[in-house]
């Protein structure tokens, strides 16, 4: 089974930056689409950004087009999200996301997901 671990979340002012990892294993990343998400306080859960394992394209919400990107280095088995330009609204749980589906990926990353990392806190002061 598929088993994600994420790293680098913290606290940093609004305008810097972070990256998030997420180390998998079990499997190699190549047999899934992936992706991040994110859950700010009193909200639901939503995408951020996600890779198809189909196409090789990523997507993202449009609160953070522009400022994260989305990556992976297959050999280490790990994606990451570089997240630059960080505003106080980026303030969030994120959470880094597997699954098989063989369809193309929804532009905000939602549907099913399947195997879930345990989440890290990102705190950007204003």
């Known amino acids: 089974q598929l088993q994600l671990v994420e790293s680098g979340g913290g606290l940093v002012q609004s305008g810097g930056s972070l990256r998030l990892s997420c180390a998998a294993s079990?499997?190699?990343?190549?047999?899934?689409?992936i992706g991040w998400f994110r859950q700010r306080s009193g909200k639901g859960r939503e995408g951020v950004s996600c890779?198809?394992?189909?196409?090789?394209?990523?997507n993202y919400v449009d609160s953070v087009k522009d400022r994260f990107t989305i990556s992976i280095d297959r050999a280490k088995n790990t994606m990451y999200l570089q997240m630059n330009s960080l505003k106080p609204e980026d303030t969030a749980i994120y959470y880094c996301?597997?699954?098989?589906?063989?369809?193309?990926?929804?532009?905000?990353?939602?549907?099913?997901?399947?195997?879930w990392g345990q989440g890290t806190q990102v705190t950007v002061s204003s």
């Open positions: 890779i198809s394992r189909r196409s090789g394209s990523a």
């Open positions: 996301a597997a699954n098989d589906y063989s369809g193309p990926l929804d532009p905000h990353c939602q549907g099913h997901w399947d195997y």
């Open positions: 079990g499997y190699a990343m190549d047999y899934y689409n």
